[in-house]
């Protein structure tokens, strides 16, 4: 098994922060991963991306390229990665700020950034929902480990509304998975 993920959107929505999670909670499981990332000029505003390739073997080459799964924070984010996604992965896009044309791979829209805000009153979470999201569609990664890596890597003050947004992520995707329309 080795599953590419990239998560991308525009620096300052914590998706290297996401991809540090990830990596964290396959690695406490016995997985082998690699993380890396990238961003604009600008840490606030510009592009980033951060991919995570979690396999049972070892991982050979340090970059993703062939992606089982894309999350797309940003229209400018899926303008530039879409063509990176297998035609039989995932797009998970925010419908909140992302449209997109029909493609062959499996599409899930969901209104992150606003549920975050009509939820927890914020969108600093997003990022959060979107990998609790991610987590629980793969079945890559445990809720319990991915609450362990955000205990160990968010500040004490935000560990309460993180866990909350992960809990989020969790009964979204499996409301997706029993076929319920998710809105805000």
């Known amino acids: 098994m080795k599953y590419q993920i990239r998560l991308s959107g525009s620096g300052g929505q914590g998706l290297i922060l996401g991809s540090i999670l990830l990596s964290e909670a396959a690695s406490k499981e016995g997985k082998n991963v690699l993380q890396s990332q990238a961003y ?17 073997e070892e991982i050979y080459y340090p970059s993703a390229e062939s992606l089982e799964l894309l999350l797309c924070l940003t229209q400018e984010a899926a303008d530039k990665y879409i063509t990176l996604l297998k035609s039989d992965g995932i797009l998970i896009f925010d419908s909140s700020n992302v449209k997109i044309n029909p493609i062959k791979a499996e599409t899930i829209a969901i ?17 959060i929902i979107a990998i609790a999201f991610i987590a629980t569609l793969t079945e890559l990664i445990s809720l319990k480990e991915l609450k362990k890596a955000i205990k160990n890597n968010i500040k004490e003050k935000f560990i309460d509304l993180d866990i909350k947004a ?7 995707a499996k409301d997706y998975k029993n076929g319920k329309v998710i809105k805000t």
């Open 40 to 56: 604009g000029p600008a840490s606030r505003g510009g592009s980033s991306r951060a991919d995570v390739i979690i396999a049972d």
């Open 111 to 127: 209104p992150f950034t606003q549920i975050a805000i009509d939820k927890l009153k914020t969108s600093l979470v997003t990022n």
């Open 166 to 172: 992960a809990e989020l992520g969790v009964k979204l």
